[in-house]
């Protein structure tokens, strides 16, 4: 079945530091991807997507490219702020054009905490 | 634009009570989703509208877990009896439609089962 793996936390880091967090996943066919992030106390908001290989993704500094030879989609960002503190989740959507099956799959997590 | 409303947003209940949560979609959003959210765990799909049939309904404990979307528009989960196991954030997501639309998610309802 469809399924995202990504890298376990905490990261811990500090300001103006270089975030990686690591993201692949196993689909059939052509899957759009997601990252989400959750702040402490609100609900999930999409950060940024990308629905072909290829594609970059980009959001508020955040990047993520589509690695259709390597299955990934890493979440990169240049210089971290203490306001990027989250949990952040990588997703799939396994049949993106069907009526029925576009649920996304989520990975586990990853909280980042940046410190000043 | 409101976003996604969800209610209530917090419940402590006993083993083998019931309850049930509320949502209502982002006006004009074909498409809702309720996820469960366990700690420490990424969202997992329950069920998923299309106005107000169900198209997938694959992971929902179809023996506790009930779900409906009267009119195409709001929605309510419920759980009877709930399990300890039953304790996660229950969230619920809406889009324009199905296909490649991004999917908008409530605050959560977090559920405590003593």
């Known amino acids: 079945g469809d399924s995202v793996t990504q890298m376990e936390g905490p990261v811990t880091l500090s300001e103006e530091a270089f975030l990686t967090i690591n993201c692949t996943y196993t689909?059939?066919?052509?899957?759009?991807l997601f990252w989400y992030v959750q702040y402490p106390g609100e609900g999930l908001q999409l950060l940024l997507k990308?629905?072909?290989?290829?594609d970059k993704g980009s959001n508020k500094g955040f990047e993520a490219t589509y690695r259709k030879e390597t299955t990934s989609f890493h979440l990169e960002k240049g210089s971290v702020q203490v306001s990027d503190s989250a949990v952040y989740f990588c997703?799939?959507?396994?049949?993106?054009?069907?009526?029925?099956?576009?649920?996304?799959?989520f990975g586990g997590g990853t909280r980042v905490l940046v410190k000043p | 634009e409101a976003g996604v409303a969800q209610s209530p947003r917090y419940k402590i209940i006993e083993k083998r009570q019931s309850v049930a949560f509320w949502c209502n979609p982002i006006?004009?959003?074909?498409?809702l989703y309720w996820y469960q959210q366990i700690l420490g765990q990424g969202p997992k799909l329950l069920i998923q509208f299309q106005n107000n049939g169900v198209v997938d309904d694959s992971q929902l404990p179809k023996d506790r877990f009930s779900a409906e979307r009267l009119k195409g528009v709001d929605s309510t989960l419920k759980i009877q009896p709930a399990k300890l196991e039953d304790s996660a954030v229950y969230l619920c997501?809406?889009?324009?439609?199905?296909?490649?639309?991004?999917?908008?998610f409530g605050p959560g309802t977090r559920l405590l089962v003593l």
């Open positions: 990308a629905t072909k290989a290829d």
């Open positions: 006006s004009g959003h074909a498409t």
């Open positions: 997501a809406s889009s324009l439609r199905s296909g490649r639309e991004t999917q908008y």
């Open positions: 997703a799939l959507s396994a049949r993106p054009f069907q009526a029925a099956g576009n649920k996304l799959t």
């Open positions: 689909a059939t066919g052509y899957p759009s």
